[in-house]
Antibody, heavy 120, light 108 residues
Framework: EVQLVESGGGLVQPGGSLRLSCAAS????????MNWVRQAPGKGLEWVSY????????YYADSVRGRFTISRDNAKNSLYLQMNNLRVDDTAVYYC?????????????WGRGTLVTVSS | EIVLTQSPGTLSLSPGERATLSCRAS???????LAWYQQKPGQAPRLLIY???NRATGIPDRFSGSGSGTDFTLAISGLEPEDFAVYYC?????????FGGGTKVEIK
């Protein structure tokens, strides 16, 4: 089955760190560019970060640049998001999302998400 | 940054009726670089439309997209019970990628 499964969310204090993972299955992972998209409680969607299939091209939203690091391990079919210096407004469900082809920049496959709560 | 404004915020309709959702961009998104997603409570978004008017794999033909430049529309002809959800537009013609605030289609 073609799917993405996120993990690693939880409760963390402001200034803390968390590492999210996304496990891919059912497709050739390294053929696809991947993204993280988040959704604050009751709010809309916000693109967070992009990584190319090889991992050599990476982009971030201004709101997370310098604090978050996206990476991937193609041997493990996994995508990661290292989140440092977390702020209350980083509280959201974090989704990993697949770009269907080279730099299409929309998303044809999403995981179910993992909730990150930043609170003291 | 391109701001996408979706209207109405909420659409109250009965099954079988036609839904028309609007997505307006603060500047041209460049040709037809617009996608639509459906999201149900507790679920991930689902791609419906890309390239403004192309249905994604497995999407029923009651869903149709149109528009270009700054004005886009998602139409759902003959609402089915499973179509009541929140719909988001997303532009990918300009960095950063941005999403609209969503339109909730609810049962009247």
């Amino acid at each position: 089955e073609v799917q993405l499964v996120e993990s690693g969310g939880g409760l963390v204090q402001p200034g803390g760190s968390l590492r999210l993972s996304c496990a891919a299955s059912g497709f050739t992972f390294d053929n696809y560019e991947m993204n993280w998209v988040r959704q604050a409680p009751g709010k809309g969607l916000e693109w967070v970060s992009y990584i190319s299939g090889s991992g050599t091209a990476i982009y971030y939203a201004d709101s997370v640049r310098g604090r978050f690091t996206i990476s991937r391990d193609n041997a493990k079919n996994s995508l990661y998001l290292q989140m440092n210096n977390l702020r209350v407004d980083d509280t959201a469900v974090y989704y990993c999302a697949r770009d269907p082809a080279y730099r299409n920049w929309y998303f044809d496959l999403w995981g179910r998400g993992t909730l990150v709560t930043v609170s003291s | 940054e391109i701001v996408l404004t979706q209207s109405p915020g909420t659409l109250s309709l009965s099954p079988g009726e036609r839904a028309t959702l609007s997505c307006r961009a603060s500047q041209s998104v460049g040709s037809r670089f617009l996608a639509w997603y459906q999201q149900k409570p507790g679920q991930a978004p689902r791609l419906l439309i890309y390239g403004a008017s192309n249905r994604a794999t497995g999407i029923p033909d009651r869903f149709s997209g149109s528009g270009s430049g700054t004005d886009f529309t998602l139409a759902i002809s003959g609402l089915e019970p499973e179509d009541f959800a929140v719909y988001y537009c997303q532009q990918y013609g300009s960095s950063p990628l941005t999403f609209g605030g969503g339109t909730k289609v609810e049962i009247k």
